[in-house]
């Protein structure tokens, strides 16, 4: 059974960085693409950026382009994001995903139906 398990959130100020973590067990996830997603209170979830294990490709949110990197250590099973220039509008639950359905198109990554297995989510707060 596949666990993902998001760590590293929390309060940080205008400007700060973060950098969240989530491991994944329960699966080989070569085949896999792992992606962060966030919500805010009273709105919907939010692609974030997504990477495929194999390969690597990266896939990003308009906004957080030049902030965030999205990245995966292999050998831990672990996928990360970097968190730069934080900004009060980046206050979210922020959730990992995994997703095993190809085909991967890039402009199904965004999609949160494409991922079957979810994290606890983890609070990042950016306080202004």
């Known amino acids: 059974q596949v666990q993902l398990v998001e760590s590293g959130g929390g309060l940080v100020q205008a400007g700060g960085s973060l950098r969240l973590s989530c491991a994944a067990s329960g699966r080989t996830f070569s085949n896999y693409v792992m992606g962060w997603f966030r919500q805010a209170p009273g709105k919907e979830r939010e692609f974030v950026a997504a990477?495929?294990?194999?390969?690597?490709?990266?896939y990003y949110l308009d906004s957080v382009k030049g902030r965030f990197t999205i990245s995966r250590d292999n050998a831990k099973n672990t996928v990360y994001l970097q968190m730069n220039s934080l900004k009060p509008e980046d206050t979210a639950v922020y959730y990992c995903?995994?997703?095993?359905?190809?085909?991967?198109?890039?402009?199904?990554?965004?999609?949160?139906?494409?991922?079957?297995?979810w994290g606890q989510g983890t609070q990042v707060t950016v306080s202004s």
């Open positions: 995903a995994a997703s095993d359905s190809p085909p991967f198109y890039s402009f199904t990554l965004s999609y949160p139906n494409k991922y079957s297995y």
């Open positions: 990477i495929k294990w194999s390969g690597g490709s990266t």
